[in-house]
């Protein structure tokens, strides 16, 4: 690595890595994508003098279907999207990380001389950056010092994954500097979910780190949870005449981890009702042969959820294949069916304990009438608040863009691009 932060900004000037910024983020963000980088670059220099140094790029992800199946073994589809966690990196010469992110008053300092989970930090960046090193030294791969600026379009809290982008960011950093850049995908996804699961301590499910480690939109096969089939979807959105959006209803997912945890739960109560530890496998014959019994048992709500997956997990597949074909009126058909049975079935949409407090709802039926019937809305993530996803016929856009924000405030409802590229590393050298 001999290249330093001044040939990668001459490089920026004269146009050098337009190619990457065009795979990335298409045409029409490109000089908003120069100066993205340009004020990174500076920054970098500014801390760190002109340094050697790389710049890696990882994406955001949206959910496209499959809502709350991964946890039961299911099938599910998501897409890489254009916003990005972006780091200028250089090797740091010793065993310790430093971080400056944009935004972020405090930079983040870890000593990776002890990778164990350590007192006070499970819920901060530095138990991400300590957990990836730990699980991908555990799985025999290196990682050792950096020091890096990074900065994210990746809006917090709107069910784009800018945590497992984050995550993936630390993990191919470690890639590019200690492992010539041989680790997988599929490894690198493991390092993130493990480091969330176990320094970090949120019990995360796997396709958030998928998705981001991922070009474009896979179809995700949770079937053996430990290693997911994952398969590449050809996508055009708006080839077919669509804009894919999600909208930030502005909703507070704080206190909402007891609603997460019932849909799991029932589930797999209802499952195991039926002879099985997960619904993976269960027909829906089987569930209508036992419903008398089964109520009495597990509640009407798991069964809902339970049939829930059952349709969900065999609709996936079916929207992978329409949009591969081009056929958008049955992805639109599809999509439409999948936000339903997140609301009848699954109901996650409603959150009984947020009072008179309903946005999803609201966003949700404000879509239907914006669109007059055409395109499709559906919850995406976990649900009860937070963020739904809208597929616009691109002659709406401006107007369904225009009647979202005036209900939920301006910047609400993100534009999305599918990132046909997946995580990137620029090096001059």
């Not at 992978?320 to 949409?349: F, H, I, K, P, T």
């Not at 009860?384 to 107007?399: K, S």
Request: charge should be negative; include cysteine; aromatic fraction near 6%.
């Amino acid at each position: 690595m001999t290249a330093v932060v001044t040939d990668y900004l001459h490089a920026l000037e004269k146009g050098l890595l337009d190619g990457e910024l065009l795979s990335l983020c298409g045409p029409v963000e490109l000089n908003a994508q120069r100066e993205r980088r340009r004020i990174l670059l500076a920054g970098m220099k500014e801390r760190f003098g002109d340094v050697p140094c790389f710049l890696v790029s990882v994406p955001g992800r949206t959910e496209l279907g499959g809502n709350h199946t991964d946890h039961n073994h299911g099938r599910v589809l998501a897409a890489a999207v254009h916003l990005d966690c972006l780091a200028a990196v250089t090797p740091s010469g010793d065993n310790t990380v430093r971080i400056h992110s944009e935004g972020f008053p405090d930079a983040i300092f870890v000593d990776l001389a002890d990778l164990s989970p350590q007192d006070g930090e499970a819920g901060k960046p530095e138990a991400i950056v300590r957990g990836v090193a730990s699980s991908l030294s555990g799985r025999g791969h290196g990682a050792g010092g950096f020091s890096a600026c990074i900065t994210s379009s990746i809006p917090m809290g709107v069910g784009l994954s800018s945590s497992a982008a984050f995550e993936l960011l630390i993990g191919s950093i470690f890639n590019e500097l200690y492992n010539d850049g041989l680790v997988s995908p599929l490894d690198l996804a493991r390092a993130a979910k493990d480091a969330e699961n176990i320094h970090f301590n949120k019990p995360c499910g796997f396709m958030d780190q998928i998705a981001c480690a991922f070009p474009g939109v896979s179809l995700i096969d949770f079937k053996d949870s430990a290693s997911p089939v994952i398969e590449s979807v050809n996508s055009d959105f708006e080839a077919g005449g669509y804009k894919l959006v999600v909208v930030d209803t502005g909703g507070d997912h704080v206190n909402l981890t007891p609603e997460y945890a019932a849909i799991p739960k029932e589930m797999g109560m209802a499952a195991r009702e039926l002879g099985q530890e997960f619904a993976r496998g269960i027909s829906l014959d089987s569930v209508m042969d036992s419903l008398g019994e089964l109520r009495k048992k597990v509640g009407d709500r798991a069964i809902l959820r339970l049939i829930h997956f059952i349709e969900e997990n065999d609709r996936v597949p079916e929207m992978a294949g329409a949009l591969a074909a081009g056929n958008m009126e049955n992805y639109v058909r599809l999509m439409r069916g999948a936000g339903d049975s997140s609301w009848r079935l699954l109901q996650n949409c409603i959150c009984m304990t947020c009072g008179h407090s309903q946005p999803i709802p609201i966003a949700l039926t404000l879509s239907e009438r914006l669109l007059g019937g055409r395109g499709g809305w559906r919850i995406q993530g976990g649900g009860f608040a937070g963020t739904i996803q809208a597929l616009v016929p691109l002659e709406l856009l401006e107007r369904y863009v225009e009647g979202m924000e005036r209900v939920f405030g301006k910047g609400a409802v993100v534009p999305l691009a599918v990132r046909q590229a997946g995580m990137g590393v620029v090096c001059l050298d």
